[in-house]
């Protein structure tokens, strides 16, 4: 019997890393069609590990919407762990797409997700790996053409010399037609960059100019959405992975956007407009996924997936089919009220281990000047509900930081938890709360991004000052690291001259900054201090109105006069509607083909 | 209810996959290819599978027990698991089992092939098995062909490859597990000439 499996080149490099089944690409529809004989060759790639990776919907999303497209290839690609980050130098193996096996530097595209700030330096290392220069200024005639969508083109600049092309806005719309520019230029760098940069929705620094020192070009480039998510492409299965993920479950989106209007949330503002997905269309595709894929458990993602209109019917229609087919039905995102938590009841599979809700600021002033839009009475009334129904457990997440904050708001998070242990005990359980604070990063395109985030010695005083309140009163409490937050708000915050701390920083060793055992501020602070760049000047001082920002050449609809409003408003803690179920607060998107505006209209 | 008893081979990079996300793997293979799954009874419940004594990552297995019950009459075809199977999974035999001890009872010694780097290698093995060498304490048979060391070790639930491993290293035949290919070939019982299979059909070569 033949065992050709003993010769594969990558079976000692398996052998000796951590976890090896993040690079064997045993999944169930991963691509495993010939590359060769197709047009354009694309190879999505995740800037963080492959558990991270194939649990974001927005990548299994655009492997599908690039497979189906005419004469294009399409494989993908995770960052490599340092372990084998080590192995394929010292192996001088390329990085290589996970299906195929093909080198990444001979794919026509190499497509990245930007999902989060601190995976900035995973773009270098696979960029590196591949033997594709760092720089978009580098890269001769031949070399794929690195493309970047996702949240975080929307904020380019600490990116730009490294990226070739950003995709602003919905991957549905803009996937196509950057292929189809592909096929008509034959893949030549020079001509699809250059047809790009006509065309809206793209951001091609290259043709831009932007200095050093943080001047940025004109623009504007604006955000090109799907009008109608009924109409946009919607995959009717997904990739199954062979080994267990962040998120392992299938997913069907429910609505894209929200109107919430929390004042520090980016996805918020940025994936306006509100566009929600017909029941109908999310139950049929919902039924298609679950037999395509197997999995026993389906998700019904969004934002805010209890705000959808549609998810009574929805979940009267799938519950019948789901218990038919052994499947369990989740939110990920649960509002705090008597009908989300009546709904994890019924779910069953959700919250087995305890229920987790966002009250994000401890005090009724704190969460009007963010607009968080929950009261006392709504905490109250949760905490009710959870333990009455039987919960053991809840786990709370709150910010430190955040606009306007004094001691007493900081010391409603630990009256909270208090409210909740007491709560418990009248219903006789045993109340184990967690209370998880992260530090207020300021992000832009938000009524916040002028706003100055706390210093790391502030934050790092609140976090101990919390934890020991905590412990007194029979709470667990974690905080985020806040030299984590910092360089979040350093990099999110940054422009153009933040990328060359960037490459200083992965050239000094910096890999996955997200992850607490390999984040290391230390290699940081020398790599600005080398740039002669100082962050504390950007990140911990406010900005005025006035000033210019990285971003400002990037339009995602949402009109500066409302953030300004906003702003104003939080300043004097007043808080601002839902647009979904009262009047348009003009954001923006109103004169741009807002489906609420329409609703309004009819 | 039907409680089927099947082996499946585990082949190429597939396993790498840990033994413990095996059973979701399978599971997900039969959901795919129409079958209803049984439940577990419990306030949290799963699938109902239950899978033979552990293969570690790297190590290759050609007919691994396993069961799974499902809501379901018939037994489902292997070619139709199979093509809803993942790379380097395939399915060898299937039986409905209606009585009978549970897996583990039935999955008391494993046989193993072990490919080492080069055949100096392997005759300093030899060597060493004629001297008395066991390279676990649970060795039932030790067998050294032209090209690999056919190995029967028992008591599969506390022992397995990486005994032999630990003790190759000890022996300096290997440096790690990245010197060496193992196979685990068949699990069952072993009478003193042979490991009976769980079953006869997945018996290997």
Redesign the interface.
């Known amino acids: 019997m033949e065992f050709p499996e003993r010769f594969d080149p990558m079976r000692p490099l398996l052998s000796r890393v951590k976890k090896p089944f993040r690079y064997i690409g045993c999944d169930w529809k991963g691509s495993t069609e010939v590359l060769e004989d197709k047009k354009t060759t694309l190879c999505l790639a995740f800037p963080d590990t492959y558990e991270v990776g194939m649990s974001y919907l927005g990548f299994q999303i655009l492997h599908s919407l690039a497979r189906r497209t005419p004469e294009t290839g399409v494989d993908r690609c995770y960052c490599p762990w340092p372990d084998m980050e080590a192995e394929l130098r010292n192996a001088s193996m390329p990085l290589c797409g996970l299906d195929s096996g093909k080198p990444l530097k001979n794919f026509d595209l190499i497509g990245f997700t930007l999902q989060y700030e601190l995976t900035a330096t995973n773009i270098l290392t696979m960029l590196d790996l591949a033997g594709i220069p760092l720089r978009s200024a580098q890269r001769p005639a031949g070399t794929p053409i690195v493309i970047a969508g996702g949240p975080g083109a929307l904020t380019p600049e600490p990116l730009a010399p490294f990226i070739d092309v950003f995709c602003l806005g919905d991957g549905e719309i803009l996937l196509p037609e950057l292929l189809e520019v592909c096929h008509s230029c034959g893949n030549e760098r020079k001509d699809v960059l250059h047809e790009l940069s006509r065309r809206e929705g793209f951001y091609v620094p290259s043709q831009e100019g932007g200095e050093k020192g943080g001047t940025v070009p004109s623009g504007p480039f604006r955000k090109r959405v799907v009008k109608d998510l009924d109409e946009a492409y919607i995959p009717e299965t997904m990739i199954v992975p062979a080994s267990g993920i962040v998120h392992d479950r299938a997913a069907v989106e429910l609505f894209r956007g929200c109107t919430r209007g929390c004042r520090f949330c980016q996805a918020g503002m940025m994936y306006r407009p509100l566009r929600e997905r017909s029941p109908g269309k999310v139950a049929e595709t919902a039924g298609k996924i679950v037999d395509n894929t197997g999995w026993e458990e389906l998700g019904l993602v969004s934002l805010a997936s209890c705000d959808y209109s549609g998810l009574e019917e929805v979940i009267a229609e799938l519950e019948p089919f789901l218990k038919e087919r052994r499947v369990n039905l989740s939110l990920p995102s649960l509002r705090m009220d008597g009908f989300s938590v009546g709904l994890a009841k019924r779910l069953r599979s959700m919250g087995r281990g305890g229920l987790t809700f966002a009250p994000e600021a401890g005090t009724q002033r704190l969460r009007n000047v963010i607009n968080k839009g929950v009261t006392d009475e709504d905490i109250e009334r949760t905490f009710e509900e959870v333990f009455s129904q039987g919960w053991e457990r809840i786990k709370l997440y709150f910010m430190m930081g955040l606009p306007t904050e004094g001691d007493d708001d900081l010391k409603g998070i630990i009256k909270t938890g208090q409210l909740a242990r007491r709560i418990a005990k009248t219903h006789g359980r045993s109340g184990k709360v967690s209370l998880s604070v992260a530090g207020f990063v300021p992000k832009p395109h938000t009524p916040f991004q002028w706003v100055a985030q706390d210093t790391r010695q502030e934050l790092y005083r609140k976090g101990r000052s919390l934890k020991r309140e905590a412990k007194g009163n029979g709470l667990r409490l974690n905080y985020h690291d806040p030299d984590q937050s910092f360089l979040e708000a350093a990099v999110a915050l940054g422009g153009r001259d933040v990328s060359e701390a960037i490459e200083r920083a992965w050239l000094n060793g910096a890999r996955f900054d997200g992850w607490t055992e390999c984040f290391d501020i230390g290699v940081w602070e020398s790599a600005f201090e080398e740039c002669g760049l100082n962050p504390e000047s950007w990140v911990n001082r406010p900005r005025s109105p006035e000033d210019a920002l990285p971003w400002d050449h990037i339009d995602v609809g949402i009109l500066r006069q409302f953030l300004l409003r906003e702003w104003e408003y939080a300043r004097q803690e007043m808080t601002t509607d839902d647009c979904r179920w009262g009047k348009c607060q003009g954001c923006g998107w109103q004169d741009h083909g807002c489906p609420l505006s329409g609703r309004r209209d009819k | 209810m039907i409680r089927c008893r099947f082996l499946y081979a585990k082949?190429?990079?597939?396993?790498?996959?840990?033994h413990v996300?095996m059973p979701?793997?399978l599971?997900?293979?039969?959901?795919?290819?129409?079958f209803?799954?049984c439940?577990t009874e419990s306030?949290?419940p799963k699938?109902r599978i239950s899978l033979g004594p552990p293969l570690p990552?790297?190590v290759?297995g050609l007919a691994e027990p396993a069961e799974i019950w499902l809501?379901e009459t018939g037994l489902p075809e292997i070619e139709r698991l199979e093509s809803?199977?993942?790379?380097?999974?395939s399915f060898v035999a299937l039986q409905a089992v209606s009585e009978g001890p549970n897996l583990s009872k039935a999955c008391r010694d494993g046989r193993y092939r072990v490919?080492l780097k080069n055949e100096d290698l392997l005759q300093k093995a030899a060597s060493l098995l004629r001297d008395g060498w066991e390279p676990a304490r649970t060795i039932r048979q030790a067998i050294v062909e032209k090209s690999f060391i056919d190995l029967v070790i028992g008591d599969s639930n506390q022992v397995g490859p990486g005994a032999v491993v630990r003790s190759m290293k000890a022996q300096q035949l290997v440096t790690?597990?990245?010197d060496l290919?193992i196979?685990r070939t068949a699990m069952g019982i072993w009478d003193g000439k042979r490991v009976i299979p769980v079953f006869e059909a997945g018996e290997?070569?």
């Open positions: 082949r190429g990079r597939l396993c790498f996959v840990p996300e979701p793997l599971c997900r293979v039969f959901r795919r290819a129409g209803r799954l439940r306030f949290a699938d990552m790297g290759a809501d809803f199977s993942h790379e380097g999974l490919f790690g597990w990245e290919f196979v290997m070569p």
